[in-house]
């Protein structure tokens, strides 16, 4: 009988079956051989000139097709930003910034997300488009620049003042900030570990000492940090090779407030719910956790979203020891992503384990047959890449 | 013991030299559970050859039992060699090919081999197949990241589909820095006491890179039971502006995990090869050296069968085989099976 917590995963799998396939736009397998590129680092402004004109007259099939092949020599940064400015100068007009400024941004979006490379194209882009006033047409620019970007947000803010849509992307930057760098999917090393209030009090009895000793992974509410860093505020100021649980307990619930603001807002926003779920698990809040995952699975609209919530749910009911659960779980995930090396890698020594020793190893040949299937934890810190896709296709709206 | 064991036992008693059945008729007991270990005998560097049962003492769970069969056969062998590609082995990836096709080289006929790359995925590049033909095509490199899931690659070599009329054998040559995997440490612990696979593991690492080779050799200044990293940003992942690049990934490997990693291998009878944590100028290991050796001993390892008694029927057993006259150093079996399932 599936419990509470189950439930989800139960319901979730029932709607697998009727859920219309998500369009994927990352390539489903990974590459096995990686092909012999020659990068080229100079900069052909005859074809980065042409380049743009395609992209100015919305050919985006051919602009497509075009451009991987710049995105390889873009590190050449001065080269590329006077081929885009030298186009410009061509016409000067606020479109043709905005689309030199696109430009910059696929190009930066097919380099990969929060590389240097990327975060340079950002920059670039940004540049010119600050070469003019703001405009609305350039809001998905700045909106999409985030998605490659998080640290973007600051500049969004800066220049339009606050609006609903970067609030995610500051929110997982916070995210960022204060993850334990040591997670795994398991949790292992360090696993988070809950005090309860007559804990605190024992801490609280012992004086600054004490406070200033809490170990890393300890996790408690908010009130008790937050009474804790008053008796001895320096725990905030401490320099020391690990953090000090009272204030890594204080950073996550600031994270988990981010969330929670936005989910309050549009109850749909599953990324959020999902990130959401996922500060729970580091909070030591098992079923908070759940419960977060649940309303993501309900809610997604994207496979990565569906199956990071699957996935991580299962991890929580494996650390809590509710393997059947684990399993239901980790056995949903495969159905939003088969042959995802995460999920199979989590399930097969569960049913190893249980003594289905024939279906673990099915499990596994299939994961690691080449090509390997593209695994949305991949992905995690760059966020769901079918949102990228929504908020890039808004930038070619706009210069329609 | 399980459906497998038995066949297992039966098909090795029936292809192989009942050494038992030269002195004594077997018994077959209605209902008893056979329990079968290999186990590798040598004096110095020779194996000794001509062992009856009755030169064997084995207890389990500290209870003696008496072994009834041993056999000596060269068994078909089917060997999973997991090679490390991922970014901290990029100087040394020839190396590792050029190691791995001698690896092969090695192998007869009746034997099978696949080959298991690791980088941010597991890749299957060679399956499972009949050494047929020696230069099988290995990859160049990988493409999926750089960063290294060794844990799920010995898990995907551990977890096999049963086949009782072979023995299993794995080989993973690694600089051991696993940033990646979903499996922790623990877990390969606990399949290392029910998988039948003999884990061997090979430490090896790009020249002039101490630091990031075995395990405990971050260079950091890590002490025992610390994370052996620098945190997140470190390395590669610092062109990223996450904890780290793309999905959950450590930089770090605890020692503690290494620790239980490497009693993994001795569980399954193994062994692992090159640098321990903190030995920094520790000698290189030869894997080419080290599996010709641990091949030539496996080939020609003894079955020792026995059915328990006075011990429980299910859970974790220990394990200790020794034999007449030879010393402790020169016997090498599992340390253990896990009865029930």
């Keep these: ?400 | 013991m399980n459906r497998h064991v038995r066949l297992l036992a039966a098909l090795l008693v029936a292809a192989g030299v009942d050494v038992t059945a030269q002195q004594k008729p077997p018994v077959f007991r209605s209902g008893a559970t056979l329990v079968t270990a290999s186990v590798s005998v040598k004096k110095g560097n020779r194996p000794v050859n001509g062992l009856t049962p009755s030169d064997f003492i084995l207890t389990d769970n500290g209870v003696p039992q008496t072994v009834e069969r041993v056999t000596f056969e060269e068994v078909p062998i089917d060997v999973t060699v997991v090679i490390d590609l991922s970014g901290s082995t990029a100087g040394i990836v020839d190396e590792i090919r050029r190691d791995t096709r001698r690896i092969i080289g090695f192998l007869r006929p009746i034997d099978k081999v696949r080959v298991v790359a690791i980088d941010t995925y597991v890749h299957e590049v060679i399956p499972q197949q009949l050494v047929e033909k020696k230069d099988l095509a290995l990859p160049v490199k990988m493409v999926s990241g750089g960063s290294s899931s060794i844990r799920d690659a010995i898990v995907a070599a551990l977890i096999t589909r049963p086949d009782p009329e072979r023995r299993r054998l794995v080989v993973a040559i690694t600089d051991g820095a696993d940033t990646k995997s979903v499996v922790e440490a623990a877990t390969v612990m606990e399949l290392a006491r029910r998988s039948d696979t003999v884990l061997h593991i090979v430490f090896v690492r790009p020249p002039g890179i101490g630091g990031f080779g075995g395990p405990g050799l971050g260079g950091f200044g890590a002490g025992p039971g610390m994370p052996m990293g620098p945190g997140p940003g470190a390395g590669s992942a610092a062109l990223f502006a996450g904890p780290a690049a793309g999905s959950f990934i450590r930089r770090e490997t605890y020692v503690s995990e290494w620790d239980l990693l490497l009693d993994a291998t001795v569980l399954t009878g193994g062994a692992f090869y090159g640098a321990r944590h903190g030995n920094v100028g520790a000698a290189e290991a030869d894997a080419v050296e080290v599996f010709r050796r641990l091949f030539d001993e496996f080939r020609q390892s003894y079955v020792v069968q026995f059915t328990p008694e006075n011990v429980a029927t299910d859970g974790w057993h220990d394990l200790v085989v020794k034999v007449k006259g030879v010393d402790d150093k020169g016997i090498r079996a599992r340390k253990g099976y896990f009865a029930g399932r």
């Design chain 1, 1 to 400: 009988m599936c419990g509470r917590l189950a439930s989800a995963v139960c319901l979730s799998l029932a709607l697998v079956g009727g859920l219309e396939a998500q369009r994927t736009q990352i390539p489903p397998t990974v590459p096995s051989v990686k092909p012999g590129l020659v990068e080229s680092l100079t900069i052909d402004r005859a074809a980065l000139s042409a380049l743009l004109t395609v992209y100015d007259a919305g050919d985006y099939a051919t602009f497509d097709q075009r451009a991987p092949r710049f995105s390889r020599s873009v590190p050449n940064w001065l080269l590329f930003q006077g081929g885009l400015t030298a186009w410009i100068a061509q016409a000067p007009s606020a479109r043709r910034r905005l689309v030199a400024a696109s430009v910059a941004l696929e190009l930066a979006f097919i380099e990969q997300r929060e590389t240097v490379t990327a975060q340079q194209l950002v920059e670039i882009g940004c540049v010119i488009l600050k070469e003019q006033p703001p405009s609305p047409a350039e809001r998905p620019w700045h909106i999409a620049a985030t998605e490659i970007t998080r640290s973007h947000a600051a500049h969004v803010f800066i220049r339009f003042g606050e609006f609903a849509a970067p609030h995610l992307p500051a929110a997982i930057d916070l995210e960022v900030q204060r993850a334990p760098s040591l997670e795994t999917l398991f949790g292992a090393g360090t696993p988070p570990v809950w005090l309860d209030a007559a804990a605190v009090e024992q801490i609280a009895a012992g004086g600054i000492p004490q406070i200033m000793s809490v170990p890393g992974n300890r996790r408690m509410d908010r009130a008790s940090a937050e009474k804790l860093v008053a008796m001895a505020p320096e725990v905030m100021r401490q320099r020391s090779s690990e953090p000090n649980g009272v204030v890594v307990s204080i950073g996550l619930w600031n994270v988990a407030d981010a969330y929670r603001r936005l989910v309050e807002n549009d109850p749909a926003l599953a990324e959020a719910q999902l990130r959401l779920g996922q500060t729970y698990v580091r909070l030591a809040r098992p079923a908070e956790a759940v419960a977060a995952f649940r309303q993501a699975d309900l809610s997604a609209e994207t496979t990565y979203v569906r199956y990071l919530a699957r996935l991580l749910g299962g991890a929580v009911f494996e650390r809590v020891g509710r393997r059947a659960e684990a399993i239901l779980a980790f056995r949903a995930a495969l159905t939003v992503v088969p042959r995802a090396q995460s999920a199979s890698f989590a399930l097969a020594p569960l049913l190893f384990q249980e003594g289905d020793r024939e279906e673990a190893a099915d499990l596994l040949e299939d994961a690691i047959k080449q090509p390997v299937a593209a695994d949305p934890i991949q992905n995690y810190w760059n966020r769901d890449p079918e949102r990228w896709w929504r908020q890039f296709n808004a930038v070619r709206q706009a210069l329609r």
